[in-house]
């Protein structure tokens, strides 16, 4: 049996227990929970302080990035005093400044295939906070073998587009096979977007995290939402397994060996 709230812990989430399907139990739920964070950056600022403020008792971090001026138009976990330093230290500071409730797990390490493996394996939910294809395509597929849920969320300029690929259901690799051509679509360079699309898209992604670990709602696993700012709209366009996946389909790979996540990220006889 998981430990009462304590009372300081009762008055700081009376605001969401004062919601009918969210009790101390489920307070717990999140208190116990771990949630990994792939990139501490323009998604992974408000992922991060969302999650902490709602109590998720563990944050795994994974950036092994520097603060740079030029992020702080949009990461807004970051400061001015935070130039210079590893993203996941201003990023921890920033969280235990905000609850002391939550474990922050610093991994100041780029996403490959052993370290993303075995870091799997200790979270129940991975979130999708890179700003490149192949980090995208390995947590996708490592998530997938792993069956463990990996909430998407992307932006380019004034769009944003998110959503929850839930163990059976669709994979990233059904919406996209494989990465675009480097020379049509350079993966990692600077581009443009607008201040708040990575806020907007990074708060739908803590909010479906919340869904999932509480169970409340419905998780939204089966269409593709995108969002544009330029004129406020949001679409749904329904996602469904593709049987000829190359990862969750049925001659799907059965390991992240020999997958080279770089460039296009294709996998050998098995991209269509
Ligand atoms: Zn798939």
Do not use: W
């Not at 009462?4 to 739920?29: F, M």
């Not at 992922?47 to 520097?66: E, R």
């Not at 500071?93 to 922050?104: F, K, R, S, W, Y």
């Amino acid at each position: 049996m998981a430990d009462a709230l304590d009372s300081a812990q009762r008055d700081r989430y009376s605001r969401q227990l004062l919601i009918d399907s969210i009790g101390e139990a489920e307070q717990r739920t999140l208190l116990t929970a771990r949630v990994l964070v792939v990139g501490a950056g323009g998604l992974g600022s408000p992922v991060l302080q969302y999650l902490a403020a709602s109590g998720i008792g563990t944050l795994g971090i994974i950036d092994d990035g520097t603060v740079k001026r030029s992020n702080l138009q949009r990461q807004v976990i970051h400061g001015v005093d935070d130039v210079g330093d590893p993203k996941v230290d201003s990023a921890a500071e920033a969280i235990e400044a905000l609850n002391p409730d939550v474990t922050v797990e610093k991994h100041p390490i780029r996403a490959d295939t052993d370290v993303i493996e075995s870091l799997l394996e200790r979270y129940d939910v991975v979130v999708d906070a890179v700003d490149n294809f192949p980090a995208r395509f390995l947590v996708n597929d490592a998530a997938q073998l792993a069956d463990v849920p990996f909430i998407h969320g992307a932006v380019y300029k004034y769009e944003g587009q998110m959503i929850a690929f839930l163990p059976g259901g669709p994979c990233y690799r059904c919406l996209l096979p494989s990465a675009p051509d480097p020379d049509v679509a350079p993966s990692g360079e600077p581009m443009g977007i607008f201040p708040t699309v990575p806020g907007t898209i990074g708060c739908l992604q803590a909010t479906e995290v919340l869904k999932y670990l509480l169970d409340v709602g419905e998780v939204l696993d089966d269409q593709l939402l995108r969002y544009d700012a330029t004129d406020a709209t949001v679409t749904r366009t329904p996602l469904e397994r593709d049987p000829e996946c190359p990862v969750c389909g049925p001659d799907g790979i059965e390991s992240l060996d020999g997958v080279d996540y770089s460039g296009c990220c294709r996998i050998e006889g098995k991209s269509r």
